[in-house]
Antibody
């Protein structure tokens, strides 16, 4: 069974860049049946879709974050990544990576808490 | 894009059926059969329970069912059990190829 494992800094200073990586274990990030997605959840709040990258590197982002976010795929390491620039306290959240299949998120990582604070 | 609209909370007694609504527009819920539902217990990652409006992934109880009418999708939980107490989120594909979530619904088993 495919698993997703997030990694990255749990503490980011305001105005700096949040960077996370999601390792794909037991499957291939190059499988063209899937896209690879980032989702976040601020403490006590709901889910927010951030964006996805597909096997070819094509991306789509939430319009509210589009000016500050990039996602990419690294086929050599079988992983995908998120960069969120110019962060503020409002970006504090649990960040999940997930597999997007037919616009449904069928496999999720365990989530990683990222706090934006000086 | 605006979040899909869900009721903040729904409650029911064990054995009863409850329904959670998810309202969108013709640019998302109403325009495509790509609505999915997720169950999230506290401190856990969400779990997919319905995809393509009404299909259940392998291993998901048949007490969970989904439907859609116009711009509103619905999740019904039949034979409510204590373990169903959780937060539930809907999601939809959108006209611009993005995805959008609902605000979430807290289900309480009385």
């Amino acid at each position: 069974q495919l698993q997703l494992q997030e990694s990255g800094s749990g503490l980011v200073k305001p105005s700096q860049t949040l960077s996370l990586t999601c390792a794909v274990v037991g499957g291939s990030v190059s499988n063209d049946a899937y896209s690879w997605t980032w989702i976040r959840q601020p403490p006590g709040k709901g889910l927010q879709w951030i964006g996805y990258v597909d096997h070819s590197g094509s991306t789509h982002y939430n319009p509210s974050l589009e000016s500050r976010v990039t996602t990419s795929v690294d086929r050599s390491k079988n992983q995908f990544s998120l960069n969120l620039f110019s962060v503020t306290a409002a970006d504090t959240a649990v960040y999940y990576c997930a597999r997007d299949w037919r616009s449904a998120f069928d496999i999720w990582g365990q989530g990683t808490m990222v706090t934006v604070s000086s | 894009q605006s979040a899909l609209t869900q009721p903040a909370s729904v409650s029911g007694s064990p054995g009863q059926s409850i329904t959670i609504s998810c309202s969108g527009t013709s640019s998302d819920v109403g325009g495509y059969n790509f609505v999915s539902w997720y169950q999230q217990h506290p401190g856990k990652a969400p779990k997919l329970i319905i995809y393509d409006v009404s299909l259940r992934p392998s291993g998901v109880s048949n007490r969970f069912s989904g439907s859609k009418s116009g711009n509103t999708a619905s999740l019904t939980i039949s034979g409510l059990q204590a373990e169903d107490e959780a937060d539930y989120y809907c999601s939809s594909y959108t006209r611009t190829s993005t995805r959008v979530f609902g605000g979430g619904t807290k289900v309480t088993v009385l």
